[in-house]
């Protein structure tokens, strides 16, 4: 441990590690185990994130009665005291809209020293300490007069030119292996003819529709559906913003810091698509929007006309009935095997039931 970021960054690193040994030292492979394992361990927030959003759904039709309400009427008084009552309805629930952000808050560290350990596979793969990579990425730099590289390049070159480090005693181990067929993912992407381009463009084709399809799943409040065309607008090119600036950074990094965000955008909607189906959102009908408008003008609410008997109530037997089952009960019991039967008669003879139900013209 040689700074306080090093008790995240080390234990993923070794996690990191030991993925590339079990896929034999194949680092994309090895990438898409890593962030399988990175997205269940930070389940639990995306479960807690999800729950939030249920608590809000649940409270759907109360919003949209007090957005109802105060519909037509743009001025800022009345959109202030909009906001008071929903902000209210939220007290009275105990639902906090920044419960939603702080899984999202927790996640922001974690996932940068993700993202340092696959930049420092020589710090942090390899197990080198800081001094030691400091005089392998100054061998790589007076080598390539590039003042430029970095810990993936450095180790690239390490790799291609052992016979320069020879004097710094380097311990034995297992260098990971960053091609995949003709790519090098320790390169970082260009604009022109360029194998890695593609890296770049899957980035911002995944990033594109793994946000539709998560807006698709997650809920959407009343407010939100409701929006005037300039806000949806804005949210629509909100949603373009997102994939263009993960693609710009995809250009200033490695290529497999474009893989790894590749697969968590990926594994991101199959966790929301198997969150919505174990907790679905609540399902309201017309009525029920209907009923909140009545109690949130303060009247009572309506009473539901019975359409059909209860198939839970118990079933009411006629006192006429008690004396017959008495008796066939005792039928019953004295009633003799069939070979006593053929020889002689029933010794009681069932009197038949009347039927009470149809009543008499």
Request: proline share 6%; glycine share 4%.
């Given at each position: 441990?040689?700074s306080?970021f090093?008790?995240?960054?080390v234990p993923f690193?070794?996690?990191?590690?030991?993925?590339?040994k079990?896929?034999?030292?194949?680092?994309?492979?090895?990438l898409l185990?890593?962030?399988?394992?990175i997205?269940?361990?930070?389940?639990?927030?995306?479960i807690?994130?999800?729950?939030?959003?249920?608590?809000?759904?649940?409270?759907?039709p109360?919003?949209?009665?007090i957005?109802?309400?105060?519909?037509?009427?743009n001025?800022?008084?009345?959109?202030?005291?909009?906001?008071e009552?929903?902000?209210?309805l939220?007290q009275s629930?105990?639902?906090?809209q920044?419960?939603?952000?702080?899984?999202l808050?927790?996640?922001l560290?974690?996932?940068?020293?993700?993202?340092?350990?696959i930049r420092?596979?020589?710090?942090?793969?390899?197990g080198f300490s800081?001094e030691?990579?400091?005089?392998?990425?100054?061998?790589?730099?007076?080598?390539?007069?590039?003042s430029a590289?970095?810990?993936i390049?450095?180790l690239?070159?390490?790799?291609?030119?052992?016979?320069?480090y020879?004097?710094?005693?380097?311990?034995?181990?297992v260098y990971?292996?960053?091609?995949f067929f003709n790519?090098?993912?320790?390169?970082?992407?260009k604009?022109?003819?360029?194998?890695?381009?593609?890296?770049?463009?899957?980035?911002?084709?995944?990033?594109?529709?793994?946000?539709?399809?998560?807006?698709?799943?997650s809920?959407?409040s009343p407010?939100?559906t409701q929006?005037?065309?300039?806000v949806?607008?804005s949210?629509?090119i909100?949603?373009?913003?997102?994939?263009l600036i993960?693609?710009?950074?995809?250009?200033?990094?490695?290529?497999?810091?474009?893989?790894?965000?590749?697969?968590?955008n990926?594994?991101?909607?199959?966790?929301?698509?198997?969150?919505?189906?174990?907790m679905?959102?609540?399902?309201?009908?017309e009525?029920d929007?209907?009923?909140a408008e009545r109690?949130?003008?303060?009247?009572?609410?309506k009473?539901?006309k019975?359409t059909e008997?209860?198939?839970?109530?118990?079933?009411?037997?006629?006192?006429?009935?008690i004396?017959?089952?008495?008796?066939?009960a005792?039928v019953?019991?004295?009633?003799?095997n069939?070979?006593?039967?053929s020889?002689q008669?029933?010794?009681l003879?069932p009197?038949?039931?009347?039927?009470?139900s149809?009543?008499?013209?």
């Amino acid at each position: 441990m040689e700074s306080f970021f090093d008790i995240f960054n080390v234990p993923f690193g070794w996690l990191l590690n030991l993925c590339n040994k079990i896929t034999a030292n194949n680092y994309i492979l090895a990438l898409l185990i890593f962030a399988l394992i990175i997205k269940i361990v930070l389940l639990p927030f995306g479960i807690m994130q999800h729950k939030n959003s249920l608590k809000q759904a649940k409270l759907s039709p109360r919003e949209a009665a007090i957005i109802k309400k105060y519909a037509g009427r743009n001025d800022k008084v009345t959109q202030m005291k909009k906001q008071e009552e929903i902000q209210r309805l939220y007290q009275s629930e105990n639902y906090s809209q920044f419960a939603g952000c702080l899984p999202l808050l927790i996640q922001l560290p974690i996932i940068i020293c993700i993202f340092t350990v696959i930049r420092s596979p020589l710090r942090y793969l390899c197990g080198f300490s800081s001094e030691t990579v400091k005089k392998i990425t100054d061998i790589a730099i007076q080598a390539t007069g590039n003042s430029a590289i970095d810990q993936i390049t450095a180790l690239e070159h390490l790799k291609a030119n052992p016979s320069l480090y020879t004097g710094l005693d380097l311990p034995e181990t297992v260098y990971p292996d960053f091609g995949f067929f003709n790519i090098n993912l320790s390169h970082t992407p260009k604009f022109g003819v360029d194998i890695l381009i593609l890296i770049p463009i899957i980035t911002f084709a995944v990033v594109f529709f793994t946000t539709k399809i998560t807006k698709k799943l997650s809920y959407q409040s009343p407010q939100m559906t409701q929006n005037s065309a300039d806000v949806k607008l804005s949210m629509g090119i909100m949603e373009l913003v997102m994939p263009l600036i993960s693609t710009f950074v995809t250009f200033g990094v490695p290529a497999a810091i474009g893989v790894y965000w590749i697969y968590q955008n990926l594994f991101g909607v199959l966790q929301q698509f198997i969150l919505v189906k174990a907790m679905p959102f609540p399902v309201f009908t017309e009525e029920d929007y209907k009923e909140a408008e009545r109690l949130m003008s303060g009247k009572r609410p309506k009473k539901k006309k019975k359409t059909e008997k209860d198939p839970n109530r118990p079933r009411v037997r006629s006192l006429h009935h008690i004396d017959d089952d008495e008796y066939n009960a005792k039928v019953v019991e004295n009633t003799p095997n069939q070979s006593d039967e053929s020889k002689q008669g029933p010794l009681l003879t069932p009197i038949p039931m009347k039927d009470y139900s149809k009543k008499k013209k």
